[in-house]
């Protein structure tokens, strides 16, 4: 008797998609005050460089910079809107 085929699994979100490496969750604490500052003081551009800095690139890849705070937020359970 031949064996059935199993049908497809429905894509199944992984931790990976909510969580940070060591190397970027150590990135973020040290840039949590700066970050936080640039936040209050509208000040953008501190975020436009930052994702394009290679040391971002190099870590996060293609990640966006809220996609990564919201990581990070999440992971030190900040995030209040989870």
Request: glycine letters at 2%.
């Amino acid at each position: 008797m031949a064996s059935q085929p199993k049908p497809e699994q429905p894509a199944r979100q992984t931790e990976d998609e909510f969580t940070l490496n060591a190397a970027q969750m150590v990135f973020m604490i040290n840039i949590d005050a700066a970050a936080e500052q640039a936040d209050q003081a509208d000040d953008y551009d501190f975020f436009d460089n930052l994702v394009k800095s290679e040391e971002w690139k190099s870590l996060f890849d293609d990640m966006s910079w809220d996609q990564a705070y919201d990581r990070y937020e999440i992971m030190i359970g900040r995030c209040s809107d989870c």
